[in-house]
């Protein structure tokens, strides 16, 4: 085997062969000698089209992103050696937030049985003063360079102490200086010793067009300094959190421990504070809300001056304006805020306003809804003078309010009405109302008529109209009895009106209601 594989020719030698075969097989061809060159694989190198980095932007501002570590007082029982009881500001285990609640009642069941003197060992004898542990953890930015630290409410709420934990790992204790629920905004303050903290500045978020690069920054899952990027998917959001929605949609990676952290334009600047997400896993689906810079901004000014917020105050009860509300004021658009009532002794009550007003515009601008309105009146300094144009038995007038301070507790609720007792109904004027779906009968206090019946298949049953509610108005106009009410549809239809305006009393409130009366004689 040894001797016939030596006398097999080696790969070299076929190499050559081949080769010289190659070369004369093509100066055969051509007469022309042919220079012959290898080729050898190489790395692929593609050349794509530049795109934008953000790199410079993390840069720039990722050390005055921080961390926000929450920690709240453990007291163990005293009953026995083998649970803990929380102290969260007076508050027990009921009232922590539901994301909350797993952590500690995992906790608890650790702490029972052979794992409790370990645990007692770890935070202290029962009857002691306890110790601090983590609860919550979110992120926040700085916004001076002594200190100050932007988060969101949510975050702090249930906190007995705070820690910043910076870029570089560097831990500092910090102080709550204010927090204000209504925005979901907290101000954190730190002792630098003398340090001067990088911090970014607010951006002119109404200049934020739908469709601009955004970056997120904060600390996400508790993994630390994290970034991710998207675009503005949509402005002016509404998500039912409060009575100033007014949310960026972005669509970066936003999701639990991102709370309180600053979304950022592509020049650095705070466009947004991440504040909620809408996810039906709990993690990121492209959905994220941050509150406004210019909301924001005023409130974080307030939390530094005073740890306060001050507020406008009308002491008006409002509702959107429906298209059917509209046409039956004789309004040209569904747009401004409509009164329900104006509160005894508020600032709107002593300036005139009536139940049935509209407000269209504060100062000259246009109000395109109830939230509009509550937004720029609670952005409003107290004591200062506002115009308002209201639309009222259909014409326009000016009122001119000066605005008080929006109450700590302050809660919606509906003035009295005014009315006569109850007076007979004429048959015509119950078929009246019982072709509107109502049948109607006197209420319990004299004032106004209470709905003791409803057809389901009637447009009053299709708004929300319900047996046990009280009519106390229509087209503003107080009434007492089913003729009041028939006198008014008349006129209103007198006047090309489609529809009329009812206000309804509930056990809820007062609100009003646009049937139409095309069909009404």
Excluded: C
């Amino acid at each position: 085997m040894l001797k016939n594989f030596r006398g097999r020719p080696s790969l070299k030698t076929v190499l050559q062969a081949s080769t010289v075969a190659g070369l004369a097989a093509a100066v055969l061809a051509t007469g022309i000698p042919v220079e012959i060159s290898r080729s050898y694989a190489e790395a692929v190198n593609v050349q794509s089209p530049s795109v934008p980095s953000f790199a410079n932007v993390v840069d720039a501002v990722s050390p005055a992103v921080v961390s926000v570590r929450v920690e709240s007082r453990i007291k163990p029982a005293s009953d026995d050696g083998d649970g803990f009881s929380f102290d969260f500001n007076g508050r027990g285990f009921d009232d922590l937030p539901d994301a909350l609640k797993p952590f500690f009642r995992q906790f608890g069941e650790q702490g029972q049985g052979h794992q409790g003197q370990n645990q007692q060992r770890r935070f202290g004898q029962p009857g002691g003063p306890g110790r601090l542990r983590p609860v919550a953890q979110g992120s926040g930015f700085f916004i001076t360079e002594d200190g100050y630290i932007v988060t969101n409410n949510h975050v702090v709420s249930d906190g007995s102490a705070f820690v910043a934990v910076m870029s570089d790992g560097t831990e500092l204790d910090a102080k709550l200086i204010g927090k204000d629920p209504r925005t979901d905004l907290a101000v954190l303050k730190v002792d630098g010793k003398g340090r001067k903290f990088t911090y970014v500045n607010w951006a002119d978020d109404n200049k934020v067009r739908v469709g601009d690069w955004v970056v997120a920054v904060g600390n996400p899952f508790g993994l630390g300094g994290t970034v991710t990027a998207g675009i503005v998917s949509a402005r002016g959001r509404d998500i039912g959190s409060g009575p100033y929605d007014d949310y960026l949609q972005v669509d970066a990676a936003v999701n639990r421990g991102n709370s309180g952290g600053p979304t950022f334009n592509l020049n650095g600047q705070v466009v947004g504070i991440n504040t909620a997400i809408f996810s039906p896993s709990g993690g990121s689906v492209g959905i994220a809300f941050a509150i406004p810079a210019s909301t924001a901004k005023d409130v974080v000014a307030d939390l530094m001056k005073d740890g306060t917020v001050s507020r406008g105050y009308l002491g008006v009860q409002i509702q959107p304006v429906t298209k059917d509300i509209a046409d039956s004021l004789g309004l040209s658009e569904a747009s401004g805020a409509l009164v329900v009532s104006a509160q005894e002794g508020t600032p709107g009550q002593k300036a005139g306003m009536k139940t049935g007003d509209v407000v269209t515009a504060v100062n000259g601008e246009p109000v395109k809804d109830a939230r509009d309105l509550s937004r720029r009146i609670g952005a409003m300094t107290p004591g200062s003078k506002v115009e308002l144009s209201v639309w009222r038995s259909g014409k326009a007038q000016s009122v001119t309010v000066e605005l008080g301070t929006l109450p700590a507790d302050q809660q919606a609720s509906a003035g009295d009405d005014n009315g006569q007792p109850e007076q007979a109904q004429p048959p015509a004027s119950e078929k009246a109302l019982a072709d509107l779906g109502l049948t109607v009968g006197p209420s319990d206090d004299g004032k106004g008529l209470a709905i003791t019946g409803i057809d389901p298949n009637s447009d009053a049953a299709d708004k929300g109209i319900k047996e046990g509610e009280t009519i106390t108005s229509v087209n503003n106009q107080d009434v007492s009895s089913a003729d009041d009410v028939v006198r008014v549809i008349n006129q209103a239809k007198k006047d090309g009106r489609t529809r009329a305006l009812f206000q309804i009393q509930s056990k809820d409130g007062s609100r009003f209601v646009a049937l139409p009366i095309n069909g009404q004689g």
